[in-house]
């Protein structure tokens, strides 16, 4: 039995891809709805799914026991590059129960699309760990560890997907934003945020990163301001999203990916 642990961005399409070309049975490919994804994410979801029912595999879409609204009033904060508790509540939780329903045995390989020239951080990544603390002691592999660029977005193109180029938007604002991700957020993720912030009374975002903004909506006009003046070092840079979250909780979980 292998499990992809899909969150349907470039990375996710490559692997489910290079799953069906291997000829791979009994696949179950799993998502998960945080609650708190951007409100166009939900067609790509729909497109990924029929592609993984193509491929007959198997399509589970499982939900956070709570959302990731829920979760930060119940927490009392948001999560920051500090203290990055999210995706080991949003998805850890889930597709643990879910897993341990499935494969009480823990034979299953979970299966991730990780790739070494992705981030600076798996320069060094295995194809596999064999005992994965993060899924219940179960085997994780890395089919496309080696697999360079031209070769990644290849599979994307016999899945007959786009290349997004950016991370997948399960999570919309996630607290690893590069200013190019405030950049495209739509009107409708600004207001919930702000909605959230109001609740809590808080910000989601350090101000001291945007030159003391405070809430979202003048995060993301600061950072418009900075793109405009040709001042903003993310927008030029070559920096992967893969590099924020390498360390985070998100990264066992491919979260952007």
Known sequence: ????????????????????????????????????????????????????????????????????????????????????????????????????????????????????????????????????ERYGDRRVWHPLYLLENGEHDALIQHAGFELLGRRSLECDPCIHNMDTDFLRMQQETIEHTAKLEADMDKPMFAAERYADSIGIKNVVNYVKQQHEKNATDNIKSNKSFQDAFNMGCGDPFGCGE
Not at 31 to 37: E, K, L, N, V
Not at 41 to 52: H, I, P
Not at 56 to 85: I, M
Not at 92 to 112: R, S, V
């Open 1 to 132: 039995m292998y499990v992809i642990n899909a969150n349907y961005g470039d990375a996710s399409i490559a692997v489910i891809q290079w799953a069906y070309e291997q000829k791979l049975e009994d696949v179950y490919v799993v998502s998960i709805d945080t609650g708190w994804a951007a409100p166009e994410w939900q067609q790509r979801v729909n497109q990924a799914e029929e592609l993984v029912k193509q491929c007959q595999f198997n399509v589970v879409r499982l939900h956070s026991k709570l959302t990731f609204a829920e979760l930060v009033k119940e927490r009392g904060s948001f999560p920051n590059k500090q203290f990055q508790w999210c995706a080991g509540f949003l998805k850890g939780l889930a597709i643990i129960e879910w897993l341990d329903k499935i494969d009480p045995a823990c034979e299953a390989t979970i299966i991730l699309g990780k790739r070494r020239v992705s981030s600076r951080a798996y320069q060094n990544l295995p194809e596999y760990i064999e005992l994965s």
